[in-house]
């Protein structure tokens, strides 16, 4: 375990790194598969190495392109860098072309434009990449191949490893005489030690290209040094030297490869233009496909690696259903007792005293008597007035013989309420 992501097995070693398997575990029972790139331990305690480990995470980490790997993050424990990308699920280039041709078969045009068009396009999101600031990178990957382009079943090609870029800002830097890439797809210059810029790598995938179409190497020889040769004199080989149906391609890729940077296609993106004019590119379904058929027992034995790394992290339907089970128990639980409280709130207030408000006590009036004691031998006129309790009000009508004044139709009382006369409303 490094920090939130679990490492497992290793599926690519290079001359730095090993790419493995990992798992990135987060809160609430989030989980994803990620490949992390763990620098080996002899370069951990370089800083050198480690510069450029921290540079390619930072360089990657500005280009924002669906033909380039994602870098996610970076974790340094124990003295050791582990860079953290997307999980492609897919094949190397190198190692499909290479299978194509053990198969007996060559890679199809419409294919190869498809694959090499998405690596210049995600070259050109690199060429084009700018800092926090807006301004240019001028960042040149120096390490276009074959191994460094990711097929995946998806049929997008990436491109990955931006360990040995160059870019305007790096913290790292290359010693006088110092190589860094691989020489057979190196260009003129740069094996001459020349400054170089994004024209290096549309040269470097011009050689990709032929191998793509030919399974060939462009540069054969007994030695390094006469390959080299060959390079830095520009001897390079047509595909329809090896193949005639691939002589539309011919033009396109001796404008690439040519010997002086000048003579190249200017940006990437006008490279891939050129290239999709020859043979509209395969759909990503039709390269999808072409890689499930030529990969597709060593991408199902991968498939079943990552299936059983995240099956043995993720906690068992039994486990989760325990789980669920344990949380409603502990809600009816609470329900019951919230319910058993209620009940006895409810019991307490019905054998509490009940307190009744009385009726009003209306102030007497001139035509009001009050009903002092029950010795009182006076007959109530009204079936109301028998009922009433000793000592309340009791309205009794006034007699008829009585002459009522309804110059002022109505009395007042004690607080102050005004009380009209029946009598004088009827008047």
């Given at each position: 375990m490094i920090g939130r992501y679990a490492i497992y097995d290793a599926i690519a070693t290079g001359g730095m790194a090993t790419i493995h398997l990992g798992r990135l575990s987060g809160p609430v029972g989030f989980a994803k598969t990620v490949a992390v790139k763990r620098l080996h331990a002899q370069f951990a305690h370089d800083p050198?190495?480690?510069?450029?480990?921290?540079?390619?995470?930072?360089?990657a980490a500005r280009i924002q392109h669906p033909n380039v790997v994602q870098?996610?993050?970076?974790?340094?424990?124990?003295?050791?860098?582990?860079?953290?990308?997307?999980?492609v699920r897919g094949e190397t280039l190198s190692r499909l072309v290479r299978a194509a041709h053990s198969a007996g078969e060559s890679v199809p045009p419409r294919i190869v434009v498809a694959l090499i068009s998405?690596?210049?396009?995600?070259?050109?999101?690199?060429?084009?990449?700018?800092?926090?600031?807006?301004?240019?990178?001028?960042?040149?990957?120096?390490?276009?191949?074959?191994?460094?382009?990711?097929?995946?079943?998806?049929?997008?090609?990436?491109?990955?490893?931006?360990?040995?870029?160059?870019?305007?800002?790096?913290?790292?830097?290359?010693?006088?005489?110092?190589?860094?890439?691989?020489?057979?797809?190196?260009?003129?210059?740069?094996?001459?030690?020349?400054?170089?810029?994004?024209?290096?790598?549309?040269?470097?995938?011009?050689?990709?290209?032929?191998?793509?179409?030919?399974?060939?190497?462009?540069?054969?020889g007994k030695s390094e040094g006469a390959q080299i040769a060959k390079i830095t004199r520009g001897e390079i080989v047509l595909p329809s030297s090896m193949d005639p149906a691939l002589a539309p391609f011919d033009a396109v890729l001796k404008k690439a490869a040519a010997l002086a940077a000048s003579d190249r296609h200017a940006t990437a993106r006008e490279f891939a233009l050129a290239l999709e004019k020859i043979v509209p590119p395969a759909p990503a379904t039709e390269v999808a496909a072409w890689v499930e058929r030529i990969a597709g027992p060593t991408l199902e034995e991968r498939a079943k690696r990552v299936a059983e790394i995240e099956s043995r992290i993720q906690p068992s339907k039994r486990h989760r259903r325990r789980k669920w089970l344990g949380v409603f128990v502990v809600i009816a639980l609470a329900s019951i007792v919230a319910l058993g409280v209620a009940g006895i709130a409810i019991a307490i207030h019905d054998d509490a005293p009940k307190v009744t408000a009385s009726a009003p006590v209306i102030p007497p009036t001139p035509s009001a008597v009050v009903d002092p004691a029950p010795a009182q031998t006076t007959t109530p006129t009204s079936a109301s007035a028998l009922s009433a309790p000793r000592g309340t009000?009791?309205?009794?009508?006034?007699?008829?013989?009585?002459?009522?004044?309804?110059?002022q139709p109505y009395v007042v009382d004690s607080v102050g309420h005004m009380h009209f006369r029946k009598e004088c409303l009827r008047k």
């Open positions: 050198e190495f480690v510069a450029m480990f921290l540079d390619e995470a930072r360089l870098t996610l993050d970076v974790v340094s424990t124990d003295g050791e860098l582990f860079l953290v990308m997307e999980y998405g690596v210049l396009q995600g070259l050109h999101a690199a060429h084009e990449a700018v800092d926090d600031s807006n301004r240019a990178l001028a960042l040149v990957h120096r390490d276009v191949s074959p191994q460094n382009v990711l097929v995946g079943l998806d049929g997008t090609a990436r491109l990955l490893d931006f360990g040995v870029a160059k870019a305007e800002n790096k913290t790292s830097s290359t010693r006088e005489g110092q190589l860094k890439g691989k020489l057979l797809y190196m260009s003129p210059e740069q094996l001459e030690g020349e400054d170089v810029d994004r024209r290096t790598d549309i040269y470097a995938t011009a050689i990709v290209l032929f191998e793509a179409l030919t399974g060939k190497r462009m540069f054969s009000v009791v309205m009794k009508p006034a007699a008829t013989t009585t002459k009522i004044d309804c110059e």
